[in-house]
């Protein structure tokens, strides 16, 4: 879906107009942009099927957004965004990847302090001019100086999140050409790694010399929609970089070739090192052509047969990470990975009560489509109060609502529960922002820490614990705080998190869109006997599709279907 894309260069573009002077037009790119990104539908098909007309019927898009939407779908590209780069002197791109600089800021600092890029930038702060700018001051500094610390960490990696559909489109377009037998990705997409360096395409057909095939194969790869780059293109490698500066490789393989050419692509490189050594203590030879015994080709088309071959189960790909996954497969005692079908239901989104842009009922809904049994309401408490958090009164005018609902299903005889949960603020003492009597109506408590990051280790511990305590407790929501690609994680003792987890039953969370409790603390929480639960932390129906990057991250963890308490 161009969706995506298409909402991106809307922001861009409203981002460049707020470096200019024109009020009103800013926002009105913005809002379309937001309402792209939540559309459910293809917008190329809603194009397709009803023109500029169709579009227009899109929230916020009116005549003008239209015909750029329609160049884009037509041209690839929006000519208005090159000119506006072109009359902005600022690295508009690059300034906005910073957390917490959008349109405006970027402007002030333009005017004010003259800064363009993020070297101006930096310059500056070490200079310790941003903190007396009207409106900025020491602490928005000090962010400012971490979120660019952070971008140059994670420079050049992509998150899944953002690529996997794109993968999944493009896959397809391989499937439809005639003569290809196997189509898949390989590298960190396929072992769904949460962040992707470049993506490994893999394709095998019957007879390699085919020149014909090859030649089609090659040219449909390089000439995909979102190719901005040919970096090569070969007989039996291409690569491309696409349009958001994505790399991309295909490689192309004879069938009798396939097995172990995607046991080699998909790595990690650690692992088949790993792998590579057994063969040798067995005599034999592996890499990408195959498995090999005295020059001999004895294995190659199926993964299966290789590591069959070698002694040991077939192994997830999210488990290839070169850790004690090969040692289980040798005792046959790999985890039989929990699957997106086992979740039964998510204890953690949003309503329009807070944050959350649908309604409780809408929200609901979209769980029964997705065949879900439950759907746990976890809007926010009092303390955040940029997000109107709910507090004791609304609480209980909220499951008046949940109640209706609940009856309204069992009339039409649909077997689907709504619960009240809440994401209760831990506030900095540990104390929660709801009291016990209220707390004691909802069907669970769900607490998280929203607040106050920057405390000592010790004292965000206590401040954690002391919260846990509470017995009526049930989830301890993003336990570490960190954001993936936005935030780090918050100076806290995190054993000691999960033992206070076991010993007062509180699952843990896994988080889908913020990849807090990575997949090494996820395995070491499971391996001390605590639970876990697998919430997208859905703000809009859409994002509670979003369960299965955390499915991935569990099972990256090793994690069971008895792990996990939504399962
Ligand atoms: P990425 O792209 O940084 O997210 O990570 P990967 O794992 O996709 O790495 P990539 O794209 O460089 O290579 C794909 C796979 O190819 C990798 O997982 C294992 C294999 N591979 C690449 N280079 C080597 C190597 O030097 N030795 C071995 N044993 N395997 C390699
Ligand atoms: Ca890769
Ligand atoms: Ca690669
Ligand atoms: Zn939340």
Same mark, same amino acid.
């Given at each position: 879906?161009?969706?995506?894309?298409?909402?991106?260069?809307?922001?861009?573009?409203? @981002?460049?107009? @707020?470096?200019?002077?024109?009020?009103?037009?800013?926002?009105?790119?913005?809002?379309?942009?937001?309402?792209?990104?939540?559309?459910?539908? *293809?917008?190329?098909?809603?194009?397709?099927?009803?023109?500029?007309?169709?579009?227009?019927?899109?929230?916020?898009?009116?005549?003008?957004?239209?015909?750029?939407?329609?160049?884009?779908?037509?041209?690839?590209?929006?000519?208005?965004?090159?000119?506006?780069?072109?009359?902005?002197?600022?690295?508009?791109?690059?300034?906005?990847?910073?957390?917490?600089?959008?349109?405006?800021?970027?402007?002030?600092?333009?005017?004010?302090?003259?800064?363009?890029?993020?070297?101006?930038?930096?310059?500056?702060?070490?200079?310790? %001019?941003?903190?007396?700018?009207?409106?900025?001051?020491?602490?928005?500094?000090?962010?400012?100086? @971490?979120?660019?610390?952070?971008?140059?960490?994670?420079?050049?990696?992509?998150?899944? /999140?953002?690529?996997?559909?794109?993968?999944?489109?493009?896959?397809?377009?391989?499937?439809?050409?005639?003569?290809?037998?196997?189509?898949? #990705?390989?590298?960190?997409?396929?072992?769904?790694?949460?962040?992707?360096?470049?993506?490994?395409?893999?394709?095998?057909? !019957?007879?390699?010399?085919?020149?014909?095939?090859?030649?089609?194969?090659?040219?449909?790869? #390089? $000439?995909? *929609?979102?190719?901005?780059?040919?970096?090569?293109?070969?007989?039996?490698?291409?690569?491309?970089?696409?349009?958001? $500066?994505?790399?991309?490789?295909?490689?192309?393989?004879?069938?009798?070739?396939?097995?172990?050419?995607?046991?080699?692509?998909?790595?990690?490189?650690?692992?088949?090192?790993?792998? !590579?050594?057994?063969?040798?203590?067995?005599?034999?030879? &592996?890499?990408?052509?195959?498995?090999?015994?005295?020059? !001999?080709?004895?294995?190659?088309?199926?993964?299966?047969?290789?590591?069959?071959?070698?002694?040991?189960?077939?192994?997830?790909?999210?488990?290839?990470?070169?850790?004690?996954?090969?040692?289980?497969?040798?005792?046959?005692?790999?985890?039989?990975?929990?699957?997106?079908?086992?979740?039964? $239901?998510?204890?953690?989104?949003?309503?329009?009560?807070?944050?959350?842009?649908?309604?409780? %009922?809408?929200m609901t809904e979209k769980a029964i489509s997705l065949g879900y049994e439950f759907l746990g309401i976890t809007d926010h408490t009092q303390s955040l109060k940029i997000e109107n958090g709910l507090n004791e009164k609304r609480l209980i005018e909220q499951r008046k609502e949940i109640n209706s609902i609940n009856e309204e299903l069992k009339k039409q005889g649909i077997n689907f529960k709504v &619960?009240?949960?809440?994401? #209760?603020?831990?506030?900095? =003492?540990?104390?929660?922002?709801?009291? =016990?009597?209220?707390?004691?109506?909802?069907?669970?408590?769900?607490?998280?820490?929203?607040?106050?990051?920057?405390? *000592?280790?010790?004292?965000?511990?206590?401040?954690?614990?002391?919260?846990?305590?509470?017995?009526?407790?049930?989830?301890?929501?993003?336990?570490?705080?960190?954001?993936?690609?936005?935030?780090?994680?918050?100076?806290?003792?995190?054993?000691?998190?999960?033992?206070?987890?076991?010993?007062?039953?509180?699952?843990?969370?896994?988080?889908?869109?913020?990849?807090?409790?990575?997949?090494?603390?996820? !395995?070491?929480?499971?391996?001390?006997?605590?639970?876990?639960?697998?919430?997208?932390?859905?703000?809009?129906?859409?994002?509670?599709? *979003?369960? /299965?990057? $955390?499915?991935?991250?569990?099972?990256?963890?090793?994690?069971? %279907?008895?792990?996990?308490?939504?399962?």
């Amino acid at each position: 879906m161009k969706n995506q894309e298409i909402a991106q260069i809307l922001f861009e573009i409203g @981002e460049f107009l @707020e470096l200019g002077e024109i009020p009103f037009k800013p926002q009105a790119y913005q809002q379309a942009a937001v309402a792209i990104d939540n559309l459910e539908e *293809d917008i190329s098909k809603i194009y397709k099927e009803r023109g500029i007309k169709g579009l227009k019927e899109i929230p916020a898009v009116g005549e003008s957004i239209a015909l750029k939407i329609e160049e884009y779908l037509k041209t690839g590209k929006i000519k208005y965004i090159e000119e506006l780069k072109k009359i902005t002197p600022v690295d508009v791109d690059e300034l906005t990847k910073i957390e917490g600089l959008g349109g405006k800021r970027i402007k002030r600092l333009y005017k004010e302090l003259g800064i363009k890029t993020i070297k101006d930038l930096e310059r500056a702060i070490e200079e310790h %001019k941003i903190a007396s700018l009207f409106g900025f001051g020491e602490k928005m500094e000090a962010n400012i100086t @971490e979120a660019i610390k952070f971008l140059k960490k994670s420079k050049g990696r992509f998150l899944l /999140r953002n690529v996997l559909d794109d993968v999944y489109r493009i896959e397809n377009i391989f499937k439809k050409i005639k003569g290809v037998e196997k189509v898949s #990705v390989a590298g960190s997409a396929r072992r769904r790694k949460e962040t992707i360096g470049d993506i490994d395409f893999l394709i095998a057909i !019957r007879d390699t010399s085919d020149k014909y095939l090859v030649e089609k194969i090659m040219n449909t790869f #390089v $000439g995909m *929609d979102e190719v901005i780059k040919i970096v090569n293109k070969g007989e039996t490698k291409s690569s491309i970089k696409t349009r958001q $500066g994505l790399d991309m490789d295909l490689r192309l393989v004879s069938l009798s070739s396939f097995g172990s050419a995607l046991q080699y692509f998909t790595g990690s490189k650690e692992h088949n090192i790993a792998l !590579r050594r057994i063969a040798i203590r067995k005599g034999l030879k &592996l890499n990408e052509y195959g498995l090999f015994k005295n020059n !001999r080709k004895i294995k190659g088309e199926t993964e299966e047969e290789i590591y069959e071959r070698l002694g040991m189960d077939w192994i997830y790909p999210e488990l290839r990470e070169g850790e004690e996954e090969i040692e289980l497969a040798q005792k046959h005692q790999l985890p039989k990975l929990i699957e997106l079908n086992n979740i039964k $239901g998510d204890f953690h989104c949003h309503s329009n009560w807070n944050g959350g842009e649908n309604s409780i %009922k809408e929200m609901t809904e979209k769980a029964i489509s997705l065949g879900y049994e439950f759907l746990g309401i976890t809007d926010h408490t009092q303390s955040l109060k940029i997000e109107n958090g709910l507090n004791e009164k609304r609480l209980i005018e909220q499951r008046k609502e949940i109640n209706s609902i609940n009856e309204e299903l069992k009339k039409q005889g649909i077997n689907f529960k709504v &619960l009240q949960g809440s994401e #209760v603020d831990i506030l900095k =003492n540990g104390t929660l922002d709801i009291d =016990n009597k209220t707390l004691k109506t909802l069907d669970y408590v769900s607490i998280s820490v929203h607040s106050n990051f920057k405390m *000592d280790r010790e004292s965000m511990t206590n401040r954690i614990i002391k919260a846990m305590e509470n017995s009526y407790v049930k989830i301890l929501n993003h336990p570490t705080g960190m954001i993936l690609g936005k935030r780090d994680s918050y100076e806290v003792d995190i054993e000691k998190i999960i033992k206070k987890a076991k010993e007062k039953n509180i699952a843990l969370e896994i988080n889908s869109y913020r990849f807090d409790l990575n997949y090494q603390l996820a !395995r070491k929480a499971k391996e001390m006997g605590v639970k876990l639960v697998i919430g997208s932390d859905a703000h809009n129906t859409k994002e509670l599709e *979003d369960m /299965r990057f $955390g499915v991935f991250q569990a099972r990256r963890a090793g994690l069971e %279907k008895k792990n996990i308490i939504n399962c």
